[in-house]
């Protein structure tokens, strides 16, 4: 998959006061104020922007560096880390759509070349982009779950795809990736699923 580099500065108070107004270790003191880390993510993410008026991507990007702060540490001893989310809808059948994930040709034509893979749970995904992936789960036709990496980013991050049937032979998709470690890994891979998705569309709509 082609990730397009992408300019996202490095985190630091000075970035966080120039495009929030205040730094980092104001919000995070903000953050405690209103009950830390026991409050959860999604409540605190809320809070900054509901109640701040940041935008969404910014909120959530002090709450995700507040975790890693405070040493918040999922079982495996990382951080929750990014999470992005990529949809589409497809003019084609649900069998098809789910197909082209576990289809060497289909993938060669939507997510990366010279593509080897192993459809089954516990099989491999690699590809000439440096794309990485086992099957942690497949349902068919409902959802897949992969463990993700690429070579230069994101390794070990979680992916899950979620397929809906639509009616009238279309078909939705859902994709979440998680666990990214980086936000400028997270920002490139949203660019990159969004590239893949529209790669998708076009090679099963013009089949």
Not at 145 to 170: I, M, N, P, Y
Not at 186 to 206: C, I, M, N, T, V
Request: charged share 35%.
């Amino acid at each position: 998959m082609k990730s397009p580099a992408i300019d996202t500065p490095e985190f630091t108070d000075a970035k966080a006061r120039e495009k929030t107004g205040k730094t980092s270790k104001q919000w995070f003191a903000l953050l405690d104020d209103f009950g830390g880390i026991e409050k959860g993510r999604r409540d605190l993410v809320n809070h900054m922007h509901s109640a701040h008026k940041l935008d969404e991507w910014w909120a959530t990007t002090l709450v995700v560096e507040y975790e890693r702060a405070k040493k918040a540490l999922e079982k495996d001893g990382k951080p929750k880390g990014y999470s992005i989310c990529s949809t589409k809808t497809i003019a084609a059948p649900l069998e098809r759509v789910f197909a082209a994930f576990g289809d060497a040709k289909d993938l060669d034509r939507w997510l990366g070349p010279r593509t080897r893979v192993e459809f089954k749970d516990g099989g491999t995904l690699q590809n000439g982009d440096g794309d990485r992936a086992t099957f942690e789960r497949i349902r068919a036709p409902k959802d897949l779950r992969l463990t993700w990496e690429h070579e230069k980013r994101a390794k070990g991050s979680q992916v899950e795809v979620l397929f809906a049937d639509k009616g009238a032979d279309k078909t939705g998709i859902t994709l979440n990736h998680t666990r990214i470690q980086a936000r400028k890994d997270a920002d490139e891979l949203r660019a990159g699923w969004s590239a893949a998705f529209a790669q998708l569309k076009q090679h099963l709509e013009s089949a």
